[in-house]
């Protein structure tokens, strides 16, 4: 753990050249805002993640297969302008099933990871913050939750929610993926505490939780987006991990994950059963991450382009 | 010589060092930063030259690549002669020999310059062994007991198998200079070594430095941000400004006729302990040029009130002054200077004190009064069943009072307890033992709303600027936020906002920027705004300017003093600095392990001070003027601060009393039994039990 306490909060002291000059004092969002429009990075990734958006939403539409339709003509065909991203043993539409797949894995990704970084920063920030006896009982349960194999109560809680939807997964994944991320926080919000502004603003008669909510959390805001994004590629791969025992997304449904572990074997031989959930998944997550960084540099006027 | 040294570069040399011509740029992702521009100076046997600058003036990277322990990224081009041989171009292992051997360096911070897992002995034989190999371990270990002795470490034998973790400050900077002067180097480098010390330790270190340069004969460079420092030890002075060298000479040249701008203004800007507090200092406004893209012309020109046409087009080389070999300055104007024809002293305008028309009226009452305020933490050991096996006394009954409009000055080393006294007031709860009235009202007895609503009066200016501001909030929301705890609408807290960055002197169309987009002595300005916005009646100031530059100090101390006088303000003004103090503070209290042991009107504390420490602690202090640095005899202090875990029966300064061991037997009897309680002593408050005998220890 000694390498997660280490890390050490920016303390820029460099000149910016860009200033927003304007005679009106601007709100903090429209600062934000107008910082993340004069990022390439950030066009390309939202409109890649937009794109990918609206292609699970509306991709099936021009597709003649839905996805449970079985072509008992054509199994195992490559892509062609029937199939076009080919069909699986038993005649799925490899397309149809990726979109259905991708929409799945697109919802707990982007639920999952947000999800995880919030219960992490909250408990991070008050363990930190508040220290004694809230910290004492709060990094109990965090080590208490480290130790324990999740793969194992994975599989223990997972039996129990079978009945029970993909929804309850997302809490499940959100609540098994928040700990290490709130032992980093907890540590930078420990080392916040000791620093002036945070001082000033208790001498200012400032309460404990408008102190947290506004600068604690701000502060430690680039690590938790940067959780949330990762979080989002994690919580596919979690998802993946699951399914392929049996114990995540079950049968009717599909996911990205799902496909992927169909597929794997099939890779060197058919690799259209692959390689297509495959590439849509490194995409996602790749402009999922772009977003992430850019947000991060708008809200931390001191990290990454900024700096110099 | 520094100036013909430029004209015929290629001559043999009979200095001890000669640097001539010296650039180094370190390239970077935005563009190359050129820290050091054509740097030439020598130094001479035995002789002791100070190289002065502000933070980014090019002072230690010139320095770092005279030892070669720049960055292998680092360009380096000139000539550095040491002994008449070039030492560019030479491997690391020749050099590795020279090192210690010929030329060795004293560390600013000697934690860091320290292994930690080697014993103090250990790492002072192991340079000596590196440069003689036969050398026995014996020999080598005798020997490193013999240099801890020579600087000055009580107990060398012991002391010599403590670990650098178990030394104080000041004493691992000693070890570090028995380590520079363990092989009789020919040159010592000392960089910055007592930036990061109190000023009674830092007239030990000096003394120590001295006494290893004569004792070795080596000649010693000195490189510091502090005038005060080389006024009294260096012989040659030379002032560096973004890169460059811009004015060098013997000490009293620069000292007494300084011909450069820069080097007047910095001069004029420092508040000095001989002089300080009659009239307002003299600001030297704008900040040093950013390296990496600098205009053509004098990097001074923006800043200079001298400036002509002329200084925005060629940058000046270093002039001859008065046909004075050692004496040069790097200034268009300076026959103009040097003839008088551009006066000194009027060069730079000092500011009027604000007018008796716009000050406030105060009322003639206590702001603030602290009785016998009390802190004690509890020391414990043990990870699982904790146990306590001490008590630290960080304040240790206090008191004090301030008057409306008044600043008083608490000054103390650090670890005497002053911090924790205003962290202690600034809480507003009750004390552990004591009492704080804060405008006539106890505020033990405050409900949660009322000590809120009293947070309205008594606000607080941090030391570190960027460490008190949070970076991720913009200026109006900074500087806003008093007024957010105390329900004040969101459009009258712009407008109010705006006021205040106007009255510390900012523009306020900047109040949508972040706090890293300003300069240090900006941020203060914001700093002290927010401190403003609620229209408090006390500020406290936690040593407010000494995170900054000596050239934007005054403009920072001047604003305090003018903001006093418009809007009657109290300051409690904590400081270590005691120049600073005396210039803005109307009572001073001296605090010493936890304890005030004198206080009293400024005057009465500088010109008459009655407490030993408080002599000590002044004595100790460096002036900027040589005559009056070499004039005097200073007091120096044994040993450090002791720790506050200690129980030191009696007078607890009396381990470190000069005055203690001139007193007879019975009355350093009663320094052990009993404990000095305050009186009156000619006008100061002292708690010292031979206060009048104090002139006992004044030097002759």
């Not at chain 2, 505020?443 to 949660?448: Q, W």
């Not at chain 2, 200016?461 to 969101?490: K, N």
């Not at chain 2, 300017?545 to 003093?561: F, H, K, P, R």
């Not at chain 2, 300051?571 to 001073?588: E, G, N």
Request: hydrophobic letters at 45%; one cysteine or more; glycine letters at 8%.
């Amino acid at each position: 753990m000694s390498m997660l306490e280490e890390v050490s909060i920016p303390d820029v002291t460099a000149a910016n050249p860009d200033i927003i000059r304007s005679k009106k004092p601007v709100s903090r969002f429209k600062l934000v805002l107008s910082r993340l429009r004069s990022t390439p990075r950030f066009w390309v990734g939202i409109v890649g993640l937009g794109a990918i958006i609206l292609w699970s939403i509306f991709g099936l539409i021009p597709n003649a297969w839905n996805y449970t339709d079985l072509d008992v003509y054509n199994m195992g065909s490559s892509p062609s302008a029937l199939h076009w991203f080919g069909t699986s043993d038993i005649g799925e539409d490899i397309y149809a099933q990726t979109i259905v797949g991708l929409r799945k894995s697109l919802i707990i990704g982007l639920l999952v990871g947000p999800l995880a970084a919030i219960i992490a920063g909250i408990i991070g920030a008050v363990a930190g913050y508040l220290g004694g006896w809230w910290d004492r009982v709060l990094v109990w349960i965090i080590d208490l939750l480290l130790v324990l194999p999740s793969l194992f109560l994975f599989i223990l809680i997972g039996s129990a929610f079978k009945g029970l939807s993909w929804v309850a997964l997302i809490f499940l994944l959100a609540g098994f993926g928040w700990m290490i991320m709130a032992r980093v926080i907890r540590a930078q919000t420990k080392s916040l505490r000791e620093r002036d502004f945070i001082k000033a603003a208790r001498f200012m008669g400032v309460d404990t939780w408008t102190i947290i909510r506004r600068h604690v959390l701000p502060n430690v805001s680039s690590l938790l987006i940067i959780d949330a994004t990762l979080g989002i590629g994690g919580a596919i791969l979690s998802e993946t991990t699951l399914s392929f025992f049996g114990f995540g997304i079950q049968a009717p449904d599909v996911s990205l994950g799902t496909l992927l572990s169909a597929g794997q074997t099939a890779a060197a031989t058919r690799p259209w059963l692959f390689i297509f959930p495959a590439a849509i998944l490194v995409f996602t997550v790749l402009s999922a991450s772009l977003v992430g960084d850019a947000l991060r540099d708008a809200v931390d006027p001191t990290s990454g382009v900024n700096r110099d | 010589m520094l100036t013909s040294a430029t004209t015929t570069p290629h001559q043999p040399t009979s200095h001890l060092l000669e640097v001539r011509d010296l650039h180094v740029t370190f390239p970077q992702p935005g563009g190359a930063v050129t820290a050091v521009r054509g740097v030439n100076y020598h130094v001479d046997k035995g002789e002791f030259l100070g190289i002065v600058g502000e933070s980014g003036s090019g002072k230690s990277v010139s320095s770092l690549a005279v030892m070669g322990l720049l960055p292998s990224s680092a360009k380096i081009s000139g000539d550095i002669l040491f002994e008449g041989k070039s030492l560019m171009g030479r491997s690391d292992k020749e050099l590795s020999k020279l090192r210690g051997e010929g030329i060795s360096i004293i560390f600013q911070d000697p934690l860091s310059a320290l292994t930690p897992v080697y014993t103090i002995g250990t790492q002072i034989a192991e340079a000596l062994q590196l440069h003689d190999s036969k050398l026995s371990k014996l020999a080598a270990n005798s020997r490193a007991v013999e240099l801890l002795k020579i600087v000055g470490i009580p107990n060398p034998e012991r002391r010599a198998q403590a670990f650098p973790h178990e030394f104080s400050g000041g004493m691992r900077q000693r070890a570090m200079i028995a380590i520079a002067i363990a092989n009789n180097p020919r040159l010592i480098i000392a960089d910055e070594p007592t930036t990061a010390l109190d000023v009674t330790i830092q007239a030990q270190i000096l003394e120590v430095l001295q006494k290893a340069k004569d004792l070795t004969g080596a000649a010693v460079v000195l490189i510091t941000h502090d005038l005060g420092v080389v006024a009294g030890n260096a012989d040659r002075l030379a002032v560096m400004y973004a890169g460059r060298i811009v004015e060098t000479g013997t000490v009293d040249q620069v000292f007494r006729a300084p011909s450069m701008p820069y080097t007047i203004g910095l001069l004029r800007s420092m508040p000095n302990l001989a002089t300080a507090g009659h009239t307002r200092l003299v600001p030297l406004e704008g900040r040093p040029p950013q390296l990496s893209n600098l205009a053509p012309g004098c990097p001074f020109a923006p800043r200079c009130p001298a400036v002509i046409d002329a200084c925005r087009t060629t940058e000046p080389p270093l002039t001859m002054i008065n046909n004075e070999p050692l004496n040069a300055s790097a200034c268009l104007r300076v026959g103009q200077i040097a003839s008088g024809e551009l006066s000194r002293s009027t060069l730079y305008p000092v500011p009027e004190p604000v007018a008796a028309a716009q000050r406030a009226e105060v009322p003639p009452e206590h702001v603030m009064a602290v009785s016998e305020l009390k802190r004690h933490f509890p020391l414990s050991k043990g990870s699982i069943f904790k146990h306590t096996i001490g008590t630290v006394r960080a304040v240790d009954g206090v008191s004090f009072q301030i008057r409306a409009g008044q600043t008083l000055g608490l000054v103390g080393e650090s670890g005497c307890g002053k911090s924790t006294t205003i962290m202690e007031v600034l809480e507003l709860a009750k004390p552990q033992a004591g009492q704080v009235v804060i405008n006539g009202r106890d505020v033990a007895s405050l409900s949660a709303k009322e000590r809120r609503a009293l947070r309205k009066d008594i606000q607080v200016v941090f030391q570190d600027p960027m460490a008190s501001l949070d970076p991720r909030l913009p200026v109006q929301d900074i500087v806003g936020e008093p007024l957010t705890v105390h329900g004040v609408p969101a459009k009258e807290r712009l407008k109010k906002v705006a006021d205040v960055l106007e009255l510390v002197g900012l523009d306020p169309s900047m109040a949508s920027r972040y706090p890293h987009e300003f300069s240090g002595g900006q941020r203060q300005r914001i700093g002290i705004a927010r401190a403003l916005v609620t229209d408090p009646k006390i500020v406290v100031l936690d040593e407010p300017v000494s995170a900054l530059d000596v050239s934007i100090q005054a403009g920072v101390i001047n604003l305090l003093q003018d903001l006093q006088e418009k809007l009657g303000l109290s300051y409690l003004f904590v400081a270590h600095d005691l120049a600073v103090v005396r210039q803005i503070a109307d009572d001073v209290a001296v605090m010493y392990l936890g304890r005030i042991v004198e206080s009293g009107p400024t005057e009465n504390i500088f010109d008459n001070p009655q407490h030993p420490y408080t002599r000590a602690l002044l004595s100790a202090v460096p002036v900027p003027d040589p005559a009056i640095e070499r004039s005097r005899t200073r007091i120096i202090l044994d040993g450090d601060l002791p720790s506050p875990t200690e129980d030191i029966t009696g007078c607890n300064f009396r381990t470190r009393c000069p005055l203690f061991r001139l007193m007879d037997e019975a009355a350093q009897q009663k320094c052990r039994t009993s404990d000095p309680q305050n009186r009156s002593v000619n006008g100061s408050d002292v708690a010292c039990h031979h206060a009048e005998h104090i002139d006992l220890m004044t030097p002759a």
